[in-house]
Every structure is written in C-alpha cells, then in structure tokens.
DNA sequence: GCGCCGCTTCGGGGCCGGGCGAAGGACAGC
DNA sequence: GCTGTCCTTCGCCCGGCCCCGAAGCGGCGC
C-alpha cells in the first residue's frame, strides 16, 4: 500500500500554512529568495529555511543558489496544476467569499508559466477547435496546420519541444474546463507578455501572495489573438 | 490572506496516512461504512470515527445513515478530481515504482462516478471531436445532436442536467489530458456499467483500497462505443 | 425485552512538528 | 582582510494531533 503514504506525505507538504503561502506565492511563476518567501509567510527565516528544504526534499519546489541569494521557483507545470486544483476545491468547499481575487482573476492569470482563466480555456479551444492540435499519448501533439500556425505567431515550437511534455491539459478551477499547459503553454505566454499582448497588473507585493498572477490583455493582444485563434468576445477588460 | 488558510487546512485533511488511505478507498465511487474505512486504513474504531467527522466537517465526505451502518462517500466529483490530481503528482513526484497497480489502472478505471484512463479520455474525445458537446461557461454543454446521440445511446439526459453541474473537465493525471465529470459523465458510466459493457474489476478487498477502481471493457462495450463515438484502437483488454 | 453489534464520546499517553534565539558558514563589496 | 547580508544549523520549548482502552448510545434480531 505505498500510495495512499506517498499521496499523505505529499499533502502534508502543503498542510502548513506557511508552506502553502510559499507554494501560492510561487505560483505566479516568479523566482523568489529565501527571504521573500519568509516574509510572504510571515515567519523567520528559521523557519522559512526549513520549510523549503522539506519543500525541495519532497520534489515540489527546486532551488537555484546565485551568489549569496537562493531563488526557488514551483517544481514543474504538474505541481503548479495540482496547487490549482486543490486551490480551487478550497475555494469550493469553504466558500467563505467568492474568491477575494476578484472578477481579473478569473479572465486571466498566471498558472506558474501558462495562461489560465478564461482566457487560458480559450486559446485552449482555439488551438484544438481549429485542428492545431491533435491528441496523443501523454497530451497533445501539433499537426502541420499547427506548427505553421505557431510559427506565425512567433512561438518558439523548438524551445517548447524541449520541455518534458510538449502540451498537455491542466484543470481550470475557476472555468471547469482544461487550459494548456506544458512547454507549448510556456512558449505561449512567454510570447504574450514579451509582445505586450499581457500585462502583468503589479499588486502590492506583501500581504496577498497570489496579486502578481493575474494579467490584463491589452488591446493589441486581443486582436492578434482574436485573428490566430478566434479568442475574443472574452470580458478580458480589467 | 483567506486563501492560503483555507488551502493549508484542506491539505491538512488529506496529509494522514490514515485519512489518505480512507479517500482513495471512496474514489471507488462505493458508499463504505465506518468499519469499512477503519480497517482499509489499519487503524481502531474510535480514530476512524473522529477522522471522518473532520472529513465530514471540512466538507469532503457525505454521510448517510441507515439503520446502525453510516455509509460515507466522497462529497462531489470535484473532490474526486482533486484527489486524483494529487495522486498523479504523489506518483510522479516520488516515482518509487511506476503507480503499482499495473496496465489496467491507466487503461479504464473510476474516477468516483465517472470514466477515467485512456477510456475516459477517449470518450471525452470523441463527445467534443463529433460535435456533441460544445464549449460553455463553466464547463460544456450538449449540442442538439449531441442530445440525440446521447439519447440513443440510452444516456438518461434529464438525470444528468439535475447534478450541480452538467458535464466538466477532470484531469486525468495518466493521461495528462481531461476526461468528462459532471453530471453527465456520471450517467455515462452508471449506462456502460448497467448494460455491462464495462466490469468492475474484483479486487482483493483488504489491503489495497484502490483495486475496486479498475475497469475492464466487454466486446460489446467496445463495439457500442466504438460505434457511437469512435472509440477503438485501444488496448483495453485487462 | 434482552443482548449483540456498529458507532461515538471521553480520558490519558505519546509523538511529531513548528516556532524562535543564538551561533556558524558562504558570498559580495569596500 | 573586514564587514554586512543572506541563509543555514543547532538546541530548546510548546502546542496539536493521533492512537488506544473504556464507557455510553442507538438500532436490530432473537
């Protein structure tokens, strides 16, 4: 019976509350010192330190030293899709309020390095609607409709392709539908907020450790992304 | 910071071996008693009774008596597809062996009440690629011939309109890709388990909770579906 | 109605884990 | 080199949680 152990101990990484303002913090696909993160959960550093060797030790988060700072970052696109969806059913199970985040939330924001919220499930629908993308074992690959697609659009299929998975489904909390993740996802965000067709919107850094998430889509992007992959009539306006 | 709160206590539910052990028993989809989900979890009656009042009270388990037996199940589906989205993690990230319960798991098993595996996965496939269900708020909803082939298919569409929600997305953490919840996907399953064109697979009982989870297709579930939604080419035989 | 059985509540013991302060390495800049 | 900063390790205290045995409550069958 080595599952439901692994599956406890694994949860039990995100029991804490300081663990798991670390982890949702983290999900904003930012890099953060040791030091932020400490802050973000409101304890020492200490505490803060141990709490990230146990986090590294269990596989969710991985550590990069430069210089005299240690900058964590989430695991993998599995972890930050698992933070999602656990994120969503305590929203669901404890609907103490609605989501404090708001409405800019839900229509788009960061899921560690892809898009979700209602704009992640539409270009979602969109690549696999307009036969980009076709399934396979393990997610989804692209046909030659959709490289060429791609490529217009300046994603880079190479560096997607690198990744451990090229594309595949990650659950949507707030939409109840798939949005795209794996290296594809990446590249296509990348995209976005290089082109300033995303905004990240700043929110005060202290306090809400999930603000730096959510994105604006500027005027701009959604034309480029209503012409490519019929993404629009979206209330995608801050 | 309501939400990182109210994440940590969820996490918290599931961090013991022995609650672990007591939710991935119930992704059966079986109502169990008390009893039951003690000795599933190895330990005495009086710490299995105070593990599901937490469980009941943080709202991821449904009580219901009858007679002197308490039949517990799993509050929702989306607690389900938490679930499952955590022990796809738990197996990835602590890959001690490769999910230990062999070829059958990932080919056709239950996620609480609906399909999961490369069958689940094809059938929410084969419902979107056909054109019967079509991209609505919250999750999907069924075009006019997807209410024909359904009906057709003997699916009782009037009892899956009356769950919470109609049809959604669950991530199928061996498929990397979702599968149909929702109440739809639980009338699918409930159909292919009546006419049998699905078996549940008998499992020792004791031991290891998730046996009962697993599937296996009938030459004629294969040939029904196949037909209805070109679901084939699978290797689904146990 | 009496006794069995399933489940819950109560009390006590033990263990694990989280927090801090103080001290110890590692790196950058002057 | 020295100093300041960032981070970790060590030692300690504390609270919470998990377990069991014993006792209490309620439904069911003889």
């Not at 890099?31 to 146990?54: F, K, N, Q, Y």
């Not at 989501?99 to 499930?121: I, K, N, Q, T």
């Not at 659009?153 to 990744?163: N, P």
């Not at 990650?170 to 067709?197: F, N, P, Q, V, Y």
Request: proline content about 5%; hydrophobic content about 50%.
């Amino acid at each position: 019976m080595t599952t439901p152990a692994a599956f406890a101990s694994l949860a039990a990484l995100m029991a804490d509350p300081a663990r798991a303002a670390m982890l949702t913090a983290l999900l904003s696909g930012e890099a953060l010192t040791a030091g932020e993160l400490a802050r973000v959960a409101g304890i020492g550093a200490p505490a803060a330190s141990a709490h990230l060797a146990r986090l590294v030790e269990g596989g969710l988060v991985a550590v990069h030293p430069q210089g005299r700072h240690r900058y964590h970052r989430l695991a993998s696109a599995a972890v930050a899709a698992t933070l999602e969806a656990l994120g969503g059913l305590a929203g669901a199970v404890a609907p103490a309020r609605r989501w404090p985040h708001g409405e800019a939330f839900r229509s788009a924001r960061l899921c560690y390095d892809h898009l979700a919220g209602r704009l992640g499930v539409a270009v979602h629908a969109g690549l696999v609607g307009r036969g980009w993308l076709s399934p396979a074992a393990g997610g989804w690959s692209a046909t030659p409709r959709g490289e060429a697609g791609l490529a217009a659009l300046g994603i880079d299929l190479a560096a997607a392709r690198q990744a451990r998975r090229f594309a595949c489904d990650c659950m949507d909390w707030s939409e109840r539908r798939a949005h795209l993740a794996g290296g594809l996802g990446r590249e296509i965000a990348a995209c976005c907020l290089a082109r300033h067709w995303l905004l990240r919107l700043p929110g005060e850094r202290e306090g809400d450790p999930m603000a730096r998430r959510r994105l604006r889509l500027t005027p701009e992007g959604a034309r480029c992304l209503g012409e490519a992959l019929g993404v629009g009539g979206l209330d995608l306006a801050a």
